[in-house]
């Protein structure tokens, strides 16, 4: 993966197999205690506890096209490579929690990329699942809530080219104003 | 400072979308739209099918052509990602491997507007022609 709204994009998707109708991405940068965390949380159908012990090997997949699910190693690893830790707390029937701690200075941390088109494509795909995107910086915090979304459209589709257009700008200059890092 | 976006403008946006919606409403049956499934698991983001689907996103609705553009999970065609399934109103889908982004725009021009089949499909099935 090449930055990390590609991770978040991939984990996401974990989280829509997983039935998820509500999915948190939480991103918290804190530059004074070197740390950029990513969580991700959904209130899917969870996994059993031998199986999340297990998630984090590449060969362990529930898909049934291939023997090999390398989204959670991948990340697992890129979290690592920065000295930061990968957890993954799961609960069946409650939901699933991701969290990637990364050593924000090190050079191996990758960038967050489009983190806007990412959550603006993910709410226009699946406009049935709630997608709550939190992200905190030392100079603010950004909130987007596809149920606030949802109530202004008032019934016209969130798919629709130009709201996606327009709420990927809306992001992206709320982003600017509390400095993410890039 | 210019002022930031905010849901206000949103707001405009929707009644905006609104005027235009009732000219469309005959049409807002999925049966009669194209519909492409973008496939997005790890080896699909990985290999740029975002900006893939960016793309199918606005460039359909530049040329005006109404459909329905989603996500979906690996179809098993890792090797050839970004993969892309195209479903014309009333025909069989057609998935389209290794997607860039000239590709999408031929799939467009070509295959979406007049119904040429474009190199780069994957056989999905083994359905034979039938005498």
């Given amino acids: 993966m090449k930055d990390l709204s590609m991770h978040i994009m991939d984990i996401v998707q974990n989280s829509l197999s997983a039935k998820a109708t509500m999915i948190t991405i939480e991103i918290i940068e804190n530059m004074d205690e070197d740390s950029y965390v990513i969580n991700i949380k959904d209130d899917g159908i969870g996994m059993s506890r031998e199986f999340v012990s297990t998630v984090t090997d590449p060969y362990v ?27 993954i707390d799961s609960e069946e029937g409650k939901g699933t ?30 406009p049935n699942v709630t997608i709550h995107y939190h992200h905190v910086t030392n100079s603010g915090e950004y909130n987007f809530d596809t149920t606030e979304i949802l109530e202004t459209l008032d019934g016209i589709s969130i798919s629709e ?14 982003l600017q104003m509390i400095g993410i890092s890039r | 400072m210019t002022q930031v976006k905010s849901l206000a403008d949103l707001r405009r946006i929707k009644e905006n979308l609104q005027g235009k919606m009732s000219l469309r409403e005959n049409s807002n049956n999925p049966e009669s739209l194209v519909q492409i499934r973008v496939a997005m698991a790890t080896c699909g983001i990985a290999s740029g099918a975002k900006q893939v689907m960016e793309f199918f996103i606005e460039e359909l609705d530049k040329r005006n052509i109404q459909a329905v553009v989603t996500q979906t999970g690996c179809m098993g065609y890792c090797f050839a990602e970004p993969t892309v399934e195209i479903t014309l109103p ?42």
Avoid: W
Wanted: include cysteine; charged fraction near 25%.
């Fill in chain 2, 90 to 131: 009333g025909q069989a889908p057609v998935v389209y491997g290794y997607v860039d982004i000239n590709k999408a725009d031929s799939i467009i021009e070509k295959y979406i507007k007049n119904g040429e089949l474009v190199d780069g499909i994957i056989p999905v099935n083994y359905e034979t022609i039938q005498k």
């Fill in chain 1, 161 to 174: 080219p130009s709201v996606i257009k327009f709420l990927k700008e809306m992001i992206n200059e709320n």
């Fill in chain 1, 97 to 126: 929690k991701v969290k990637a701690e990364f050593i924000f200075m090190h050079p191996d941390r990758l960038p967050i990329g489009d983190i806007a088109g990412t959550v603006v494509l993910l709410c226009a795909a699946n």
């Fill in chain 1, 61 to 87: 997949t529930t898909r049934t096209t291939r023997k090999i699910g390398l989204g959670i190693p991948l990340l697992k690893q890129n979290a690592e490579r920065t000295g930061g830790q990968f957890t």
